[in-house]
């Protein structure tokens, strides 16, 4: 008898662990495939110097490998969704899996920016163009009422801690062991994932027609290519007037002294523009578009997602040139570098769940303002503190102010594109915002980098012209040498100028300019983040003082 009831709560135990894991699992497997898509976007950002070293590039390429994987999510991510709701979800994110595994493995092994492009960003972000709007499809058919209002907690929540914790994940493997081993480890996960995937249903949408938009996904690629590389490239080739010659496969092309990067971004708006146009004719005749221009004829929706574009812009240019300050000037290792941003992470996973709670209290339009002013002010608080004796916790507090901004803005934001619109439409919502967010990022490294490089470059060849321990006999050839090798001296010290014959004598004073010009453009960058933070309040005036929240109870927050 008394051996009896001991055995019936292990038996119970035993059936409710099994319960529990049924019910749960999907959760955790579809979270952690999040959570590998979010971290691959942070360990590049704490590496710069030694990926630099490494394959013996420049920062400007290492800048591409970045701005490319935002860009593939951006181009792909709908496109993503919508073969999940033609062929399965489940296909799908397995697939796409599959696909982000063999892209990090190729990383991982990679000896050449041309490869680790192709890997890291190319074949990695079609991977993950794939996975992620499957995520947010499995959860919704996994889970149900009040289910679903908590495995999306937990599922933003796993996405907000990897945000936190990609850089010291990053810097660590790269410091103790290699930055091949941040993607490495990527492969062990994708294992899990499809062992996982085996407690997932499949789903998807029987009713829409199997046919895929190819002009569409063309176009809005394309477009977004064509402006995303006209902003990386002109710190090489110049703004308006050329500073290089424009090669196309190996024959220079003369545009008669102006560069070609406003012909690039002209280019760009134009094939967007054409997308749209396109877009509309598609919808016109019947077939299911790429996107719905129709749903941007919601004014809460569009003002709500062209802030969350704009606030990540911002963010993206801070993690890409935050880094290059404290490897560059104060020689942290990845490690450290990671150390140093996780005040903002941390702050920004505190910061997002209480946004959601103070929007039953407060009107979200105007938790959005004042988390548009904290950003702003985090800014302002980042570039005073920049200066050759700060030290990586002398920008804690910036990073934190920065951060609780953040965290309000993004909460709120994704409510009030969400709640704007019908749940039939809510997945292509998601979509549109989760694109728009890439974009950001995309545009925030490329142009908040290109200017820092840009402002780097000119802020070198000034320093060595104002030197007065530099021979002015000496000051056009090295000032020519400086400014030509940019990121080399940057992240390879002034050694790397051993080669133009610069004298030892002149070491210390070179070392100085290049730290004093790191401090000058990083402010400069920090300006732009600022302006494009002051264009955000100013859109934000646009937004409802209430938001509609009705057609949120099932809807998916978006992922930090």
């Given amino acids: 008898m008394d051996q009896t009831l001991k055995a019936l709560p292990a038996e119970g135990d035993s059936a409710f662990r099994a319960s529990f894991f049924k019910k749960w699992g999907p959760l955790f497997v579809l979270s952690l495939a999040l959570a590998i898509i979010i971290l691959d976007t942070t360990i590049l950002n704490v590496t710069l110097r030694t990926i630099i070293t490494d394959l013996h590039t420049t920062i400007q390429k290492i800048q591409w490998v970045i701005t490319a994987y935002s860009l593939i999510l951006a181009a792909f991510t709908i496109t993503g969704g919508r073969l999940g709701d033609l062929f399965g979800r489940k296909k799908m994110f397995i697939l796409g899996a599959v696909i982000f595994a063999i892209g990090s493995f190729i990383t991982s092994i990679s000896q050449s920016v041309g490869v680790l492009i192709l890997g890291e960003a190319v074949i990695e ?22 289910d679903l209002a908590l495995a999306f907690g937990v599922w933003g929540g796993i996405a907000s801690a990897a945000a936190a914790l990609g850089p010291v994940v990053g810097g660590w493997l790269s410091t103790n062991y290699s930055w091949r081993w941040a993607f490495r480890v990527n492969i062990l996960v994708v294992l899990l994932l499809i062992l996982g995937s085996f407690i997932i249903h499949e789903a998807k949408d029987n009713s829409m027609k199997k046919r895929i938009d190819f ?22 080739y110049g703004w308006w007037k050329s500073k290089a010659v424009f090669d196309v496969f190996g024959r220079a092309v003369d545009l008669g002294g102006v560069s070609p990067t406003p012909f690039f971004i002209l280019v760009g708006f134009l094939l967007l523009g054409l997308f749209a146009v396109y877009e509309e004719r598609v919808a016109k005749r019947g077939d299911a578009p790429l996107v719905s221009l129709a749903i941007f004829k919601n004014k809460q929706f569009t003002g709500a997602t062209i802030i969350t574009a704009l606030m990540t812009l911002g963010m993206a240019g801070l993690s890409f040139s935050a880094p290059v300050y404290f490897q560059a000037v104060l020689g942290l290792d990845p490690l450290h570098t990671g150390y140093a941003l996780i005040p903002m992470s941390i702050v920004i996973l505190i910061a997002a769940p209480l946004s959601a709670y103070l929007g039953k209290l407060i009107s979200p339009k105007h938790i959005i303002q004042f988390g548009i002013m904290l950003n702003m002010l985090g800014f302002f608080v980042l570039r005073e503190s920049l200066h050759l004796g700060a030290t990586q916790w002398a920008f804690a507090p910036g990073f934190m102010i920065f951060g609780f901004g953040m965290g309000l803005i993004m909460g709120q934001s994704n409510n009030l594109a969400l709640s704007a619109l019908p749940v039939q439409e809510s997945g292509e919502a998601a979509g549109v915002t989760n694109t728009f967010r890439q974009v ?30 530099i021979p002015r006999a000496e ?14 001296i940057e992240f390879g010290g002034v050694a790397a100028l051993q080669n133009a014959n610069i004298p030892a004598s002149l070491k210390d004073e070179l070392t100085t300019i290049t730290h004093q010009a790191t401090v000058d453009a990083s402010k400069t960058a920090l300006a732009y983040g600022l302006a494009f933070s002051f264009l955000s309040l100013l859109f934000s005036t646009r937004l409802p003082k209430v938001a509609v929240l009705d057609h949120t109870e099932e809807l998916a927050p978006n992922a930090a």
């Fill in 125 to 146: 972000g079609i991977g993950a163009a794939l996975m992620m709007p499957a995520t947010v499809s499995l959860l919704r058919s996994c889970y149900k009422g009040r």
């Fill in 215 to 236: 002009g569409g996904i063309v176009l809005s690629a394309l477009g977004l290519l064509s402006l995303v590389f006209g902003f990386i490239e002109a710190s090489t």
């Fill in 440 to 469: 950001g990022m995309s545009l925030g490294s490329a142009i908040i980098g290109a200017v820092m490089i840009s402002s780097l470059s000119s802020n070198l060849g000034t320093g060595v012209t104002e030197s007065r321990v």
């Fill in 475 to 488: 000051k056009a050839r090295i000032a020519l040498a400086v400014t030509t090798q940019t990121s080399n």
